[in-house]
Protein backbone atom coordinates (compact mmCIF):
# COMPACT_ATOMS: atom_id res chain seq x y z
CA UNK A 1 0.00 0.00 0.00
CA UNK A 2 2.81 2.35 1.24
CA UNK A 3 4.36 1.69 -2.34
CA UNK A 4 1.00 1.97 -4.16
CA UNK A 5 0.95 5.57 -2.69
CA UNK A 6 4.22 6.72 -3.29
CA UNK A 7 3.99 5.65 -6.76
CA UNK A 8 0.41 7.38 -7.05
CA UNK A 9 2.05 10.85 -5.71
CA UNK A 10 4.91 10.48 -7.94
CA UNK A 11 2.33 10.24 -10.93
CA UNK A 12 0.70 12.77 -10.17
CA UNK A 13 3.74 15.33 -9.16
CA UNK A 14 4.86 14.07 -13.03
CA UNK A 15 1.12 15.33 -14.24
CA UNK A 16 1.28 18.60 -13.01
CA UNK A 17 5.03 19.08 -14.02
CA UNK A 18 4.05 17.82 -17.60
CA UNK A 19 1.15 20.41 -17.44
CA UNK A 20 2.99 23.66 -16.15
CA UNK A 21 6.38 22.59 -18.60
CA UNK A 22 6.53 23.78 -21.92
CA UNK A 23 4.89 21.08 -24.34
CA UNK A 24 7.75 18.98 -26.14
CA UNK A 25 6.68 16.84 -29.06
CA UNK A 26 6.87 13.75 -28.54
CA UNK A 27 9.54 10.99 -29.66
CA UNK A 28 8.67 10.00 -33.44
CA UNK A 29 9.02 6.06 -31.92
CA UNK A 30 6.11 6.91 -29.24
CA UNK A 31 3.79 8.82 -31.75
CA UNK A 32 4.24 5.92 -34.28
CA UNK A 33 2.86 3.92 -31.36
CA UNK A 34 0.21 5.70 -30.63
CA UNK A 35 -0.85 6.03 -34.48
CA UNK A 36 -0.69 2.48 -34.98
CA UNK A 37 -2.02 0.81 -31.82
CA UNK A 38 -3.67 3.66 -29.20
CA UNK A 39 -6.68 2.92 -30.21
CA UNK A 40 -6.44 -1.13 -29.84
CA UNK A 41 -5.85 -0.19 -26.38
CA UNK A 42 -7.89 2.81 -25.59
CA UNK A 43 -10.88 -0.16 -26.74
CA UNK A 44 -9.25 -3.07 -24.76
CA UNK A 45 -9.00 -0.60 -21.57
CA UNK A 46 -12.52 0.68 -22.07
CA UNK A 47 -13.25 -2.71 -21.06
CA UNK A 48 -10.51 -4.06 -18.65
CA UNK A 49 -10.02 -0.77 -16.40
CA UNK A 50 -13.44 0.48 -15.49
CA UNK A 51 -14.26 -2.81 -13.18
CA UNK A 52 -10.62 -2.61 -11.62
CA UNK A 53 -11.04 1.44 -10.55
CA UNK A 54 -14.39 0.56 -9.11
CA UNK A 55 -12.90 -1.98 -7.14
CA UNK A 56 -10.53 0.44 -5.54
CA UNK A 57 -12.65 3.29 -5.51
CA UNK A 58 -11.68 5.12 -8.61
CA UNK A 59 -13.04 6.31 -11.31
CA UNK A 60 -11.06 5.68 -14.56
CA UNK A 61 -10.51 8.26 -17.57
CA UNK A 62 -10.35 7.04 -20.83
CA UNK A 63 -7.40 8.46 -22.45
CA UNK A 64 -6.86 9.72 -26.31
CA UNK A 65 -5.74 7.19 -28.83
CA UNK A 66 -2.78 9.52 -29.14
CA UNK A 67 -1.51 8.84 -25.40
CA UNK A 68 -2.67 5.72 -24.91
CA UNK A 69 0.48 4.13 -24.95
CA UNK A 70 3.19 5.66 -22.11
CA UNK A 71 6.28 6.69 -23.38
CA UNK A 72 8.10 4.18 -21.05
CA UNK A 73 6.34 1.55 -21.97
CA UNK A 74 7.27 1.89 -25.61
CA UNK A 75 11.31 2.30 -25.15
CA UNK A 76 10.80 -0.83 -22.58
CA UNK A 77 9.56 -2.86 -25.12
CA UNK A 78 12.59 -1.44 -27.44
CA UNK A 79 14.42 -2.32 -24.30
CA UNK A 80 13.61 -5.74 -24.22
CA UNK A 81 13.60 -6.10 -28.10
CA UNK A 82 17.34 -5.02 -28.28
CA UNK A 83 18.73 -7.80 -25.22
CA UNK A 84 16.49 -10.58 -27.44
CA UNK A 85 18.27 -9.75 -30.54
CA UNK A 86 21.62 -9.14 -29.43
CA UNK A 87 21.91 -11.89 -27.16
CA UNK A 88 20.60 -13.81 -30.23
CA UNK A 89 23.32 -12.47 -32.33
CA UNK A 90 26.28 -12.61 -30.11
CA UNK A 91 25.59 -15.91 -29.45
CA UNK A 92 25.72 -17.19 -33.00
CA UNK A 93 25.95 -20.73 -33.78
CA UNK A 94 27.59 -21.96 -30.43
CA UNK A 95 31.19 -23.77 -30.93
CA UNK A 96 33.01 -25.19 -27.77
CA UNK A 97 36.15 -25.64 -30.36
CA UNK A 98 35.71 -22.13 -32.40
CA UNK A 99 33.15 -19.79 -30.62
CA UNK A 100 32.60 -16.64 -32.44
CA UNK A 101 34.21 -13.65 -30.52
CA UNK A 102 30.32 -12.46 -29.98
CA UNK A 103 30.09 -16.29 -27.97
CA UNK A 104 33.10 -15.59 -26.02
CA UNK A 105 31.82 -12.03 -24.69
CA UNK A 106 28.51 -13.50 -23.96
CA UNK A 107 30.59 -16.42 -21.64
CA UNK A 108 32.50 -13.26 -20.37
CA UNK A 109 29.68 -11.76 -18.83
CA UNK A 110 28.16 -15.21 -17.40
CA UNK A 111 31.04 -15.87 -15.72
CA UNK A 112 31.56 -12.26 -14.22
CA UNK A 113 27.91 -12.91 -13.15
CA UNK A 114 28.43 -16.37 -11.89
CA UNK A 115 31.88 -14.92 -9.94
CA UNK A 116 29.35 -12.50 -8.04
CA UNK A 117 26.52 -14.56 -7.15
CA UNK A 118 29.23 -17.27 -6.09
CA UNK A 119 30.78 -14.71 -4.16
CA UNK A 120 27.53 -13.09 -2.50
CA UNK A 121 24.97 -16.53 -1.96
CA UNK A 122 27.46 -19.19 -2.43
CA UNK A 123 27.26 -22.59 -4.29
CA UNK A 124 23.53 -21.83 -4.46
CA UNK A 125 24.07 -18.89 -6.17
CA UNK A 126 24.58 -19.93 -9.51
CA UNK A 127 21.10 -21.37 -9.71
CA UNK A 128 20.16 -17.26 -9.86
CA UNK A 129 21.73 -16.98 -13.31
CA UNK A 130 19.18 -16.53 -15.43
CA UNK A 131 17.40 -13.80 -13.37
CA UNK A 132 20.43 -11.93 -12.18
CA UNK A 133 21.81 -11.82 -15.76
CA UNK A 134 18.32 -10.90 -17.04
CA UNK A 135 18.13 -7.91 -15.06
CA UNK A 136 21.13 -7.14 -15.83
CA UNK A 137 20.73 -7.05 -19.53
CA UNK A 138 17.07 -5.16 -19.21
CA UNK A 139 18.40 -2.48 -17.14
CA UNK A 140 21.84 -1.60 -18.60
CA UNK A 141 20.33 -1.77 -22.47
CA UNK A 142 17.33 0.59 -20.91
CA UNK A 143 19.80 2.77 -18.96
CA UNK A 144 22.20 3.19 -22.03
CA UNK A 145 19.08 4.13 -24.59
CA UNK A 146 18.54 7.40 -23.24
CA UNK A 147 21.85 8.46 -24.52
CA UNK A 148 21.07 7.65 -27.87
CA UNK A 149 19.04 10.67 -29.59
CA UNK A 150 15.43 10.32 -30.51
CA UNK A 151 14.83 7.97 -27.27
CA UNK A 152 14.52 7.64 -23.86
CA UNK A 153 15.33 5.37 -20.73
CA UNK A 154 12.85 3.39 -19.73
CA UNK A 155 14.44 3.48 -16.24
CA UNK A 156 13.88 7.40 -15.79
CA UNK A 157 10.40 6.25 -15.62
CA UNK A 158 8.98 5.41 -11.65
CA UNK A 159 6.81 3.13 -13.13
CA UNK A 160 8.99 0.81 -14.85
CA UNK A 161 11.71 0.82 -11.84
CA UNK A 162 9.04 0.49 -9.59
CA UNK A 163 8.05 -3.05 -11.59
CA UNK A 164 11.55 -3.76 -11.39
CA UNK A 165 11.68 -3.45 -8.08
CA UNK A 166 8.45 -5.38 -7.25
CA UNK A 167 9.48 -7.97 -9.35
CA UNK A 168 13.05 -8.60 -8.04
CA UNK A 169 11.01 -8.48 -4.31
CA UNK A 170 8.62 -11.16 -5.47
CA UNK A 171 11.30 -13.42 -6.72
CA UNK A 172 13.18 -13.75 -3.61
CA UNK A 173 10.10 -14.41 -1.16
CA UNK A 174 9.06 -17.12 -3.13
CA UNK A 175 12.65 -18.43 -3.69
CA UNK A 176 12.48 -18.67 -0.01
CA UNK A 177 9.17 -20.23 0.48
CA UNK A 178 10.38 -22.75 -2.21
CA UNK A 179 14.00 -23.44 -1.26
CA UNK A 180 12.94 -23.81 2.65
CA UNK A 181 9.25 -24.21 2.99
CA UNK A 182 7.68 -22.62 5.74
CA UNK A 183 11.22 -22.44 7.85
CA UNK A 184 12.04 -19.57 5.48
CA UNK A 185 10.00 -17.60 8.23
CA UNK A 186 12.27 -18.65 11.08
CA UNK A 187 14.38 -16.05 8.83
CA UNK A 188 11.87 -13.00 9.49
CA UNK A 189 12.42 -13.48 13.26
CA UNK A 190 16.35 -12.71 13.80
CA UNK A 191 17.57 -16.60 14.51
CA UNK A 192 15.62 -16.05 17.89
CA UNK A 193 14.75 -19.42 19.67
CA UNK A 194 13.57 -20.25 23.12
CA UNK A 195 12.41 -18.11 25.30
CA UNK A 196 13.85 -14.72 23.62
CA UNK A 197 11.59 -16.11 20.58
CA UNK A 198 8.80 -15.79 22.94
CA UNK A 199 9.75 -12.96 24.36
CA UNK A 200 10.30 -10.63 21.45
CA UNK A 201 9.89 -13.05 18.62
CA UNK A 202 6.41 -11.07 17.49
CA UNK A 203 7.73 -7.84 17.60
CA UNK A 204 10.90 -8.53 15.26
CA UNK A 205 8.93 -10.85 13.17
CA UNK A 206 6.68 -7.60 12.17
CA UNK A 207 10.03 -5.38 11.98
CA UNK A 208 11.41 -7.64 9.60
CA UNK A 209 8.28 -7.52 7.83
CA UNK A 210 8.12 -3.97 7.68
CA UNK A 211 11.86 -3.72 6.45
CA UNK A 212 11.28 -6.28 3.79
CA UNK A 213 8.35 -4.61 2.18
CA UNK A 214 9.90 -1.28 2.26
CA UNK A 215 13.34 -2.56 0.17
CA UNK A 216 11.16 -2.68 -3.59
CA UNK A 217 10.62 0.95 -2.80
CA UNK A 218 13.73 1.38 -2.19
CA UNK A 219 15.26 -0.99 -5.27
CA UNK A 220 13.14 1.41 -7.68
CA UNK A 221 13.74 4.58 -5.92
CA UNK A 222 17.39 4.51 -6.24
CA UNK A 223 17.12 3.37 -9.63
CA UNK A 224 14.65 6.09 -10.86
CA UNK A 225 16.15 8.90 -9.19
CA UNK A 226 19.88 8.71 -10.18
CA UNK A 227 18.63 7.62 -14.01
CA UNK A 228 15.64 10.81 -13.59
CA UNK A 229 18.52 13.39 -12.58
CA UNK A 230 21.27 12.00 -15.07
CA UNK A 231 18.76 12.67 -17.84
CA UNK A 232 17.79 15.69 -16.38
CA UNK A 233 21.72 16.83 -16.13
CA UNK A 234 22.02 15.96 -19.68
CA UNK A 235 18.85 18.06 -21.73
CA UNK A 236 20.05 21.19 -19.28
CA UNK A 237 23.71 20.64 -20.82
CA UNK A 238 22.70 20.14 -24.04
CA UNK A 239 20.25 22.99 -23.85
CA UNK A 240 23.42 25.45 -22.76
CA UNK A 241 25.61 23.99 -25.15
CA UNK A 242 23.98 22.61 -28.39
CA UNK A 243 27.00 23.57 -30.46
CA UNK A 244 29.23 21.35 -28.82
CA UNK A 245 29.39 16.68 -28.58
CA UNK A 246 28.43 16.51 -25.05
CA UNK A 247 31.08 14.12 -24.12
CA UNK A 248 31.15 14.75 -20.71
CA UNK A 249 27.01 13.98 -20.00
CA UNK A 250 27.96 10.61 -22.53
CA UNK A 251 30.38 9.61 -20.28
CA UNK A 252 28.78 9.99 -17.29
CA UNK A 253 25.64 8.89 -18.53
CA UNK A 254 27.92 5.58 -19.51
CA UNK A 255 29.03 5.95 -16.21
CA UNK A 256 25.74 6.04 -14.17
CA UNK A 257 24.46 3.24 -16.32
CA UNK A 258 26.62 1.12 -15.16
CA UNK A 259 26.90 1.66 -11.64
CA UNK A 260 23.01 1.94 -10.93
CA UNK A 261 23.15 -1.44 -12.84
CA UNK A 262 25.45 -3.21 -10.48
CA UNK A 263 24.04 -1.49 -7.44
CA UNK A 264 20.47 -2.88 -8.69
CA UNK A 265 21.83 -6.57 -9.08
CA UNK A 266 24.04 -6.76 -6.18
CA UNK A 267 21.15 -5.94 -3.68
CA UNK A 268 18.65 -8.30 -5.49
CA UNK A 269 21.83 -10.89 -4.63
CA UNK A 270 21.81 -10.21 -0.90
CA UNK A 271 18.35 -10.12 -0.55
CA UNK A 272 18.41 -13.95 -2.50
CA UNK A 273 21.58 -14.83 -0.10
CA UNK A 274 18.75 -14.81 2.52
CA UNK A 275 16.59 -17.26 0.90
CA UNK A 276 19.01 -19.86 0.90
CA UNK A 277 19.31 -22.97 3.78
CA UNK A 278 21.94 -21.62 6.09
CA UNK A 279 22.02 -24.61 7.50
CA UNK A 280 22.91 -26.52 4.15
CA UNK A 281 25.63 -23.76 2.75
CA UNK A 282 28.17 -26.49 3.54
CA UNK A 283 26.32 -29.30 0.64
CA UNK A 284 28.28 -29.34 -2.24
CA UNK A 285 26.04 -29.24 -5.16
CA UNK A 286 26.82 -31.52 -8.49
CA UNK A 287 29.75 -29.52 -10.42
CA UNK A 288 30.50 -26.86 -7.23
CA UNK A 289 32.96 -28.62 -5.46
CA UNK A 290 35.68 -25.68 -6.38
CA UNK A 291 33.18 -23.28 -5.43
CA UNK A 292 32.25 -24.81 -2.41
CA UNK A 293 35.95 -24.87 -1.53
CA UNK A 294 36.67 -21.30 -1.70
CA UNK A 295 34.15 -20.30 0.76
Same mark, same amino acid.
Given at each position: ?7 ? *?? /? ?10 ? *? ?24 ? =? ?9 QWR ?10 ? $? ?6 ? $? ?37 ? $? ?70 ? +? ?26 LSL ?13 SAF +?? =? ?15 ? /? ?9 ? /? ?18 ? *? ?5 ? *?
Amino acid at each position: MTFALLLQ *HA /SEAAGEHAETAP *HASEPFLVEQANHLLGPIVVAAERVL =MPPIFKLFGGQWREPSPNEAIPEQ $VVFAVVAF $VICLAGARLLRGKLSVDRPSKGQQLLEVVVEQIRGLLDQ $VIGPYGRRYVPVIGAFATFILISNLLGLIPGLESPTSSINVTGALGITSFLYYIVSGFRQQGIKYLKHFTGG +LSGAMLIAIGPLIFVVEILSNCVRPVTLSLRLFVNMFADHQIGSAF +LG =MVPQLVPIFTIVLGVFV /SFVQTFIFIML /SMVYLSETVPHDDHDVEEPG *HEAVAEA *H
